[in-house]
Nanobody, 122 residues
Framework: EVQLQASGGGLVQAGGSLRLSCATS????????IGWFREAPGKGRERVSC????????YYSDSVKGRFTISSDNAKNTVYLQMDRLRPDDTAVYYC???????????????WGQGTQVTVSS
């Protein structure tokens, strides 16, 4: 059974940091790309970051580039999202998801975690 468990969300002041974790099981971790997505109230789900284990490439949306860092621990089958210099517009439910291959297109993600709330106060 495929499982993705997102954790690490919380309430933080603007300028602060959080680290999200996505613990996975049930599939061959090294063959999948893992992405972080977020959904803010009244807005659609958007891709934030992605890491491909096939070629070690990473992707960041323009809104988080330079502030967020995605990383992976293959021994633990876990992907992390280090979020620094958080802003109120980063407030959203954050989801991790997995897809076979190199990229993380929103419409093609095969497996999803349950989401973790991140709230950034001003």
């Amino acid at each position: 059974e495929v499982q993705l468990q997102a954790s690490g969300g919380g309430l933080v002041q603007a300028g602060g940091s959080l680290r999200l974790s996505c613990a996975t099981s049930g599939f061959t971790f090294e063959e999948y790309a893992i992405g972080w997505f977020r959904e803010a109230p009244g807005k659609g789900r958007e891709r934030v970051s992605c890491i491909s284990h096939s070629d070690s490439s990473t992707y960041y949306s323009d809104s988080v580039k330079g502030r967020f860092t995605i990383s992976s621990d293959n021994a633990k089958n876990t992907v992390y999202l280090q979020m620094d210099r958080l802003r109120p517009d980063d407030t959203a439910v954050y989801y991790c998801a997995a897809v076979l291959g190199y990229y993380c297109p929103l419409s093609e993600m095969a497996y999803w975690g349950q989401g973790t709330q991140v709230t950034v106060s001003s």
